[in-house]
């Protein structure tokens, strides 16, 4: 049996844009063992993926706060040696870093195919061109596409358990959710600052949300974000208090809570592309990064950005432009998206009763 290594660690979203990757790989090779190398923490959002036989959970790094693994830290030479021993005949590099792919070199896996980056190239034994105009989702398929293996679909799709749905679900019967009430999941940080809309917008959004709209909002984050959202002050009285899950979800609970609201609005983040996986439409906000690269794929998703000439930076040195970017997504854009995201609902849900009767 062919033994193949996938090797993608870190980040969240990262994690998810491997999926079509990972299905088409399984396509390609139904009998082999296929294992991955991935994060702690932001590889358990993939964790339920039947195309996978093993996740191997690469823990050298506890920098990122979504990167917190538990233990012992381990070194990459305690990898090395792991990696060797299970014999792998080939490994797909995903991942762009000179130490992923010295990493597979060092194990003596045989076959190794990856982006031809970070003068790395001469450890591989297939060079991919990277498209850094491309999709990201769309590049994990390009190292597929270099042996000539057909890509037959490209979506996002997503595995919970139920007992992820229920803790959910018994959330919102601790606090007190009434049957048929509109949910919307905020998530108003990010690991960087310059891709963060600024708190007091979203205060006015969530007023909008509770106020106007009749609508419940829940916060959502690391156990770090926690104090950010308790500590928002609201210019008015809101009909409905926001619900701070902050700290209180695993990676999987959160995947399972974004399936269960009904929309999600936040900045550019692993988050987005979370709840695009299992088909929960999004209010992206998007700034530095290159949104053609990093948007969140789906069909009803309504991603808001500016169109500045210092667009986009890739967050490389200290922003001289004080987050023009994210400052430029006004308040009045984001209340119209949330009314046609509602509208879109509305008629879905009327097509299918429609269709049902």
Same mark, same amino acid.
């Given at each position: 049996?062919?033994?193949?290594?996938?090797?993608?660690?870190?980040?969240?979203?990262?994690?998810?844009?491997?999926?079509?990757?990972?299905?088409?790989?399984?396509?390609?090779?139904?009998?082999?063992?296929?294992?991955?190398?991935?994060?702690?923490?932001?590889?358990?959002?993939?964790?339920?993926?039947?195309?996978?036989?093993?996740?191997?959970?690469?823990?050298?790094?506890?920098?990122?706060?979504?990167?917190?693994?538990?233990?012992?830290?381990?070194?990459?030479?305690?990898?090395?040696?792991?990696?060797?021993?299970?014999?792998?005949?080939?490994?797909?590099?995903?991942?762009?870093?000179?130490?992923?792919?010295?990493?597979?070199?060092?194990?003596?896996?045989?076959?190794?195919?990856?982006?031809?980056?970070?003068?790395?190239?001469?450890?591989?034994?297939?060079?991919?061109?990277?498209?850094?105009?491309?999709?990201?989702?769309?590049?994990?398929?390009?190292?597929?596409?270099?042996?000539?293996?057909?890509?037959?679909?490209?979506?996002?799709?997503?595995?919970?358990?139920?007992?992820?749905?229920?803790?959910?679900?018994?959330?919102?019967?601790?606090?007190?959710?009434?049957?048929?009430?509109?949910?919307?999941?905020?998530?108003?940080?990010?690991?960087?600052?310059?891709?963060?809309?600024?708190?007091?917008?979203?205060?006015?959004?969530?007023?909008?949300?509770?106020?106007?709209?009749?609508?419940?909002?829940?916060?959502?984050?690391?156990?770090?974000?926690?104090?950010?959202?308790? %500590? #928002?002050?609201?210019?008015?009285? =809101?009909?409905?208090? /926001?619900? !701070? +899950?902050? *700290?209180?979800?695993?990676?999987?609970?959160?995947?399972?809570?974004?399936?269960?609201?009904?929309?999600?609005?936040?900045?550019?983040?692993?988050?987005?592309?979370?709840?695009?996986?299992?088909?929960?439409?999004?209010?992206?906000?998007?700034?530095?990064?290159?949104?053609?690269?990093?948007?969140?794929?789906?069909?009803? %998703? #309504?991603?808001?950005?500016?169109? =500045?000439?210092?667009? /986009?930076? !890739? +967050?490389? *040195?200290?922003?001289?432009?004080?987050?023009?970017?994210?400052?430029?997504?006004?308040?009045?854009?984001?209340?119209?998206?949330?009314?046609?995201?509602?509208?879109?609902?509305?008629?879905?849900?009327?097509?299918?009763?429609?269709?049902?009767?």
């Amino acid at each position: 049996m062919k033994k193949i290594l996938v090797v993608r660690y870190r980040f969240i979203g990262d994690m998810i844009l491997t999926i079509p990757f990972l299905r088409n790989l399984r396509n390609a090779y139904p009998d082999a063992q296929i294992d991955m190398l991935v994060a702690p923490n932001s590889g358990e959002v993939i964790e339920n993926c039947p195309y996978v036989n093993n996740f191997i959970y690469f823990d050298t790094n506890r920098k990122h706060k979504y990167e917190q693994g538990k233990g012992k830290r381990k070194t990459f030479w305690h990898y090395v040696s792991l990696l060797k021993k299970e014999k792998y005949d080939k490994a797909y590099v995903l991942k762009r870093s000179f130490s992923s792919a010295a990493l597979c070199l060092l194990a003596g896996i045989k076959e190794r195919i990856g982006y031809d980056s970070e003068n790395r190239g001469f450890m591989l034994t297939q060079k991919v061109k990277y498209d850094s105009k491309k999709h990201e989702s769309l590049c994990f398929l390009d190292v597929l596409e270099a042996e000539n293996h057909t890509i037959k679909d490209t979506h996002l799709e997503n595995w919970i358990k139920e007992e992820n749905t229920q803790k959910v679900l018994s959330l919102f019967k601790k606090y007190n959710l009434p049957n048929g009430i509109k949910t919307v999941a905020i998530n108003a940080t990010a690991t960087n600052e310059w891709k963060v809309w600024d708190l007091e917008n979203y205060i006015q959004i969530i007023e909008y949300l509770s106020n106007e709209k009749g609508i419940q909002t829940i916060f959502i984050g690391a156990p770090s974000d926690k104090s950010i959202y308790k %500590n #928002i002050k609201y210019s008015t009285e =809101l009909r409905i208090k /926001p619900i !701070n +899950l902050c *700290g209180e979800l695993t990676i999987k609970d959160s995947l399972a809570l974004l399936k269960e609201v009904d929309f999600l609005i936040g900045n550019d983040s692993g988050n987005l592309h979370m709840a695009s996986s299992v088909g929960t439409p999004v209010i992206g906000l998007y700034g530095p990064m290159p949104y053609e690269k990093w948007r969140a794929l789906g069909e009803n %998703n #309504i991603l808001l950005k500016a169109d =500045l000439p210092c667009m /986009p930076c !890739n +967050l490389k *040195g200290k922003c001289e432009h004080n987050k023009a970017c994210m400052k430029s997504i006004s308040i009045k854009a984001v209340k119209h998206a949330i009314d046609k995201l509602i509208s879109q609902m509305h008629q879905i849900s009327q097509h299918n009763n429609s269709y049902i009767q």
